[in-house]
C-alpha cells in the first residue's frame, strides 16, 4: 500500500499489520493549500485539453450537443441517440470503429459513499505516481479533493471480485461475525456461498461496505486503492459517418438497468451517467477517444452487403449505410429486428426512405407486434431466394453485431439453412463455405452480453 502523511481519517482506524501490497501507483498527503477549480464535468479540467492525438491517457473533451430518447416512453427500456461535438479534435473514424467513454460516478452514488465511509468530501489530497509503468489519473487535477477522487476514480459501484474479500477480511479485527464471514468468503469452500451473496444479485462495493460497518470503519483511507478499482472506459458503435456528421460523432446507447433479488434495481455506470446529462441546461463535457472496432467492411462500391443488426446492434450499419450513399452504391440489404414498430424501430425515419428509392433493401422483424414472436432469423428465412442470390451470385458480405445470447446463433442457423434448402449443400459443404466466409472476411460478428 502507498505510503501516507495525514491522509483523510475514518473513526477507529486500527493500526493494521501483514496488510497486501498491490503495488499502488499513489501516494497520498494533505494539503492546505486553495481547492482547485470545481470540475463535476461541466467545464473542461486543467488535465484535459484538445488534442489532435486523443487516446485513453489524452482524451478529448466532447461536448454533448444532444442526449435523445429515442424509445417511446411507454416503452421498458430507455435507449438514447447521443450526439457529441468533436470539431478540432482531429479524430477520425469509419464504419466498425468505437467511441471510447470515460465514464463517472453519479453524484447521489458519490454523496452515499462519502457518507458510509465518513470521508469528507472536500478534503484536498495530492496524489504522487510511485510506479513509472502506472501514470497518474488525467481526470484528477492536482490537488484534488475526496469528492473529485470518489467521483472520476473509484469503481465503488461494480460488482467485487474475490480479492476485494481477501482485502477487507484484513481489516475485519473488532467484530468477529464480520470477520468469520469474510473469511468464509476467501475460501474454496465458501465460493458458493459468495456467489449467492455477490455475484448472482450483482451486489455492488459500496452495497458490500454497508453490509460490514465494523470492517468498514476500519479502512485506513490508503488502502481504498486496493480494494477499489478504477473505473474504466466503455466503448460504443459509433452510429455516424464523418460525411453525414462533420464535426459530429453519435452513439445509440441504452440504458443498462434491471432487478435482481435485491430491493434498489441494478444500473450501469456509464449509461445512467451519460443519460444524466443535460446538455439544454449549460455545456456537458465527455471525455472520449477513438478505438478500432471488430469490424471491417469492405470499401468497394460495388461489394454487397448484407446486415443484421437486432436493436442497438444496427448502430454500425448506420454509419456503414451513411458512408455507402457517398459512393451511390446500392448493395446494401439490412435486417433489423426490436419489439414493436412504433416503440423500438430505430432509424426508420432515415432507413424507410432509403428503401423507398432502391438504395436499401430493408426487412424488419417486430418480436411483439403480432400473436406470435418474429425475430430476424425468420426474415431470413422469408427472404432465403433473395439471401441465397447475394451469397451465390453477388458474393455478399454477412455482418451479424448485437447481443451475444441466442442471436447469432440463431441467425447463423438461419443462414445455413438457406444455403442447404436453396443451394442445395450437404451439411459438410455448409461447413466449408463457412469456413471460407469467415477465412476471407466475409463473415464478421460482433457481439456483447
Same mark, same amino acid.
Given at each position: 500500500?502507498?505510503?501516507?502523511?495525514?491522509?483523510?481519517?475514518?473513526?477507529?482506524?486500527?493500526?493494521?499489520?501483514?496488510?497486501?501490497?498491490?503495488?499502488?501507483?499513489?501516494?497520498?498527503?494533505?494539503?492546505?493549500?486553495?481547492?482547485?477549480?470545481?470540475?463535476?464535468?461541466?467545464?473542461?479540467?486543467?488535465?484535459?485539453?484538445?488534442?489532435?492525438?486523443?487516446?485513453?491517457?489524452?482524451?478529448?473533451?466532447?461536448?454533448?450537443?444532444?442526449?435523445?430518447?429515442?424509445?417511446?416512453?411507454?416503452?421498458?427500456?430507455?435507449?438514447?441517440?447521443?450526439?457529441?461535438?468533436?470539431?478540432?479534435?482531429?479524430?477520425?473514424?469509419?464504419?466498425?470503429?468505437?467511441?471510447?467513454?470515460?465514464?463517472?460516478?453519479?453524484?447521489?452514488?458519490?454523496?452515499?459513499? @462519502?457518507?458510509?465511509? @465518513?470521508?469528507?468530501?472536500?478534503?484536498?489530497?495530492?496524489?504522487?505516481?510511485?510506479?513509472?509503468?502506472?501514470?497518474?489519473?488525467?481526470?484528477?487535477?492536482?490537488?484534488?479533493?475526496?469528492?473529485?477522487?470518489?467521483?472520476?476514480?473509484?469503481?465503488? /459501484?461494480?460488482?467485487?471480485?474475490?480479492?476485494?474479500?481477501?482485502?477487507?477480511? /484484513?481489516?475485519?479485527?473488532?467484530?468477529?461475525?464480520?470477520?468469520?464471514?469474510?473469511?468464509?468468503?476467501?475460501?474454496?469452500?465458501?465460493?458458493?456461498?459468495?456467489?449467492?451473496?455477490?455475484?448472482?444479485?450483482?451486489?455492488?462495493?459500496?452495497?458490500?461496505?454497508?453490509?460490514? !460497518?465494523?470492517?468498514?470503519?476500519?479502512?485506513?483511507?490508503?488502502?481504498?486503492?486496493?480494494?477499489?478499482?478504477?473505473?474504466?472506459?466503455?466503448?460504443?458503435?459509433?452510429?455516424?459517418?464523418?460525411?453525414?456528421?462533420?464535426?459530429?460523432?453519435?452513439?445509440?446507447?441504452?440504458?443498462?438497468?434491471?432487478?435482481?433479488?435485491?430491493?434498489?434495481?441494478?444500473?450501469?455506470?456509464?449509461?445512467?451517467?451519460?443519460?444524466?446529462?443535460?446538455?439544454?441546461?449549460?455545456?456537458?463535457?465527455?471525455?472520449?477517444?477513438?478505438?478500432?472496432?471488430?469490424?471491417?467492411?469492405?470499401?468497394?462500391?460495388?461489394?454487397?452487403?448484407?446486415?443484421?443488426? !437486432?436493436?442497438?446492434?444496427?448502430?454500425?450499419?448506420?454509419?456503414?449505410?451513411? #458512408?455507402?450513399?457517398?459512393?451511390?452504391?446500392?448493395?446494401?440489404?439490412?435486417?433489423?429486428?426490436?419489439?414493436?414498430?412504433?416503440?423500438?424501430?430505430?432509424?426508420?425515419?432515415?432507413?424507410?426512405?432509403?428503401?423507398?428509392?432502391?438504395?436499401?433493401?430493408?426487412?424488419?422483424?417486430?418480436?411483439?407486434?403480432?400473436?406470435?414472436?418474429?425475430?430476424?432469423?425468420?426474415?431470413?428465412?422469408?427472404?432465403?431466394?433473395?439471401?441465397?442470390?447475394?451469397?451465390?451470385?453477388?458474393?455478399?458480405?454477412?455482418?451479424?453485431?448485437?447481443?451475444?445470447?441466442?442471436?447469432?446463433?440463431?441467425?447463423?442457423?438461419?443462414?445455413? #439453412?438457406?444455403?442447404?434448402?436453396?443451394?442445395?449443400?450437404?451439411?459438410?459443404?455448409?461447413?466449408?463455405?463457412?469456413?471460407?466466409? #469467415?477465412?476471407?472476411?466475409?463473415?464478421? @460478428?460482433?457481439?456483447?452480453?
Amino acid at each position: 500500500t502507498p505510503q501516507v502523511e495525514n491522509t483523510p481519517q475514518v473513526e477507529n482506524t486500527p493500526q493494521v499489520e501483514n496488510t497486501p501490497n498491490k503495488g499502488s501507483w499513489v501516494s497520498l498527503e494533505q494539503v492546505t493549500s486553495s481547492p482547485p477549480p470545481q470540475w463535476e464535468g461541466f467545464d473542461t479540467p486543467p488535465q484535459w485539453v484538445e488534442s489532435d492525438t486523443s487516446s485513453r491517457w489524452h482524451p478529448f473533451l466532447a461536448r454533448v450537443v444532444t442526449n435523445r430518447r429515442v424509445t417511446s416512453e411507454m416503452h421498458f427500456q430507455d435507449v438514447r441517440l447521443i450526439e457529441f461535438d468533436v470539431q478540432g479534435s482531429g479524430m477520425r473514424h469509419t464504419a466498425g470503429d468505437v467511441l471510447m467513454v470515460q465514464p463517472q460516478n453519479l453524484p447521489s452514488d458519490v454523496d452515499e459513499f @462519502l457518507s458510509v465511509m @465518513l470521508l469528507n468530501a472536500e478534503q484536498l489530497i495530492l496524489l504522487e505516481q510511485s510506479d513509472p509503468d502506472v501514470p497518474l489519473p488525467l481526470a484528477l487535477p492536482q490537488p484534488c479533493t475526496v469528492r473529485q477522487l470518489v467521483t472520476h476514480h473509484l469503481d465503488f /459501484m461494480s460488482v467485487p471480485r474475490r480479492s476485494f474479500f481477501e482485502i477487507l477480511a /484484513m481489516f475485519a479485527t473488532s467484530d468477529e461475525m464480520e470477520r468469520d464471514k469474510l473469511n468464509e468468503f476467501t475460501t474454496p469452500e465458501g465460493q458458493e456461498d459468495l456467489y449467492a451473496y455477490c455475484n448472482r444479485p450483482r451486489r455492488t462495493i459500496l452495497e458490500v461496505l454497508c453490509d460490514f !460497518p465494523s470492517t468498514r470503519a476500519s479502512i485506513p483511507f490508503p488502502f481504498l486503492f486496493d480494494l477499489i478499482p478504477s473505473i474504466q472506459p466503455r466503448a460504443f458503435s459509433i452510429a455516424s459517418s464523418m460525411e453525414a456528421h462533420p464535426g459530429r460523432i453519435e452513439i445509440l446507447m441504452a440504458v443498462v438497468k434491471y432487478q435482481t433479488k435485491l430491493r434498489k434495481p441494478r444500473k450501469g455506470v456509464c449509461s445512467s451517467w451519460l443519460a444524466s446529462l443535460t446538455p439544454e441546461q449549460g455545456p456537458v463535457y465527455v471525455p472520449v477517444w477513438i478505438s478500432p472496432g471488430t469490424l471491417r467492411f469492405p470499401r468497394e462500391p460495388e461489394k454487397s452487403v448484407i446486415m443484421i443488426g !437486432p436493436g442497438t446492434g444496427c448502430a454500425p450499419f448506420r454509419t456503414y449505410v451513411e #458512408e455507402r450513399l457517398q459512393q451511390k452504391s446500392k448493395g446494401n440489404m439490412i435486417f433489423f429486428g426490436c419489439r414493436s414498430e412504433h416503440a423500438d424501430f430505430f432509424f426508420a425515419d432515415e432507413w424507410l426512405p432509403l428503401e423507398s428509392e432502391g438504395s436499401l433493401r430493408l426487412f424488419a422483424a417486430f418480436s411483439r407486434d403480432q400473436g406470435n414472436k418474429v425475430y430476424v432469423q425468420h426474415k431470413i428465412t422469408e427472404q432465403g431466394e433473395l439471401v441465397w442470390k447475394w451469397l451465390s451470385e453477388m458474393q455478399a458480405y454477412v455482418f451479424i453485431a448485437g447481443n451475444a445470447k441466442q442471436m447469432p446463433k440463431g441467425v447463423q442457423d438461419s443462414l445455413k #439453412e438457406v444455403c442447404t434448402k436453396l443451394g442445395g449443400m450437404s451439411e459438410q459443404e455448409v461447413g466449408q463455405f463457412w469456413k471460407m466466409l #469467415e477465412s476471407s472476411g466475409r463473415l464478421q @460478428l460482433e457481439t456483447w452480453a
